[in-house]
């Protein structure tokens, strides 16, 4: 197992939301929103986790504002490569948190067929928009 997926004690939370078209500062302010988003609002285990008992991974290369682990991806490797990469991280974490817009992305679907095929534990992040700000945890 590589070592930054040692065990830590920590929460590992995979985020999952959709990357075309977007600028590494939008991503970056999604997945900081994503990541604040679960810690001020979700409960796993019956108790609230303090932010640096989390680590939040992407698929990004990229350091936001709360702790994660980067992941490094080769320039001009394909979305089929990135999406391998993805699944990869995704599959060693103990959740995965999907952003309220992965249906609008094929790699984001994937990782959804992935995490009901294989039981893996996810949460969808709503937002006001979606009228009370709950989740579906499945």
């Not at 997945?31 to 609002?41: G, L, Y």
């Not at 490569?81 to 995965?96: F, H, N, T």
Request: charged share 30%.
């Amino acid at each position: 197992m590589d070592k930054e997926f040692e065990a830590d004690g920590r929460l590992r939370v995979f985020c999952s939301l959709p990357m075309k078209d977007k600028s590494e500062a939008e991503i970056r302010a999604a997945v900081r929103a994503m990541a604040h988003w679960f810690i001020a609002t979700q409960t796993t285990g019956g108790r609230f986790y303090r932010p640096d008992e989390i680590l939040f991974v992407d698929n990004s290369g990229f350091k936001p504002d709360v702790p994660e682990i980067p992941v490094k991806v080769i320039s001009g490797a394909t979305r089929a490569y990135c999406l391998g990469e993805a699944i990869k991280k995704m599959s060693r974490c103990d959740l995965v948190l999907f952003s309220n817009e992965w249906l609008k992305a094929t790699g984001c679907r994937f990782e959804m067929d992935i995490c009901r095929a294989y039981h893996i534990p996810y949460i969808i992040m709503k937002t006001d928009d979606d009228n009370d700000g709950s989740c579906f945890v499945g």
